[in-house]
């Protein structure tokens, strides 16, 4: 018996992925002047929106593992980018800061993304984006609920 085969053509799934690498590359290509990666730049947006996560918090919202955060975080603080109180105010996570220059770079980063991501939509009308946007948060939505 065969295995039932997805057909590249009309999945879902699979245009998905194509999207996410495409912007994925657009982005690492924007952010590269700025010696930034993607998972840099988000650890940096993340933490421009929500000072004070812990590294494992951060880990959750740029998709990386643990290890994978402690090493990008350690990096962004020998830049000068980050800043993390020495002791932990409770518990053991430190929570970790924006510095001035790590503000500096972000509002630089932010611009080049933001305009990656409106060439990405540029051909989808306004009422399109927000369909677009709101079936995309629907999808992750539907996939979460089934694994809880």
């Known amino acids: 018996m065969t295995q039932p085969r997805v057909d590249l053509d009309t999945s879902i799934g699979y245009a998905l992925k194509q999207a996410a690498a495409a912007l994925r590359a657009a982005m690492e290509t924007a952010l590269r002047p700025l010696d930034l ?8 947006e993340l933490l421009g929106q ?3 996560l812990s590294a494992a918090a951060l880990a959750r919202g740029t998709f990386v593992t643990r290890q994978s955060m402690q090493t990008l975080v350690q990096g962004l603080l020998d830049r000068g980018l980050l800043e993390r ?9 430190l929570p970790t800061r924006l510095t001035d220059e790590g503000t500096r ?3 630089d980063a932010s611009a080049v993304v933001a305009a990656v991501e409106r060439a990405m939509v540029a051909d989808l009308a306004p009422a399109g984006q927000r369909r677009l946007h709101a079936d995309l948060v629907a999808l992750a939505a ?3 609920d089934r694994s809880s």
């Open 50 to 52: 929500r000072p004070g």
């Open 142 to 144: 539907a996939l979460a």
């Open 37 to 44: 990666t993607v998972s840099q730049y988000s650890c940096l």
């Open 85 to 93: 109180a020495a002791e932990a105010p409770e518990g053991r996570a």
């Open 105 to 107: 770079l972000l509002a």
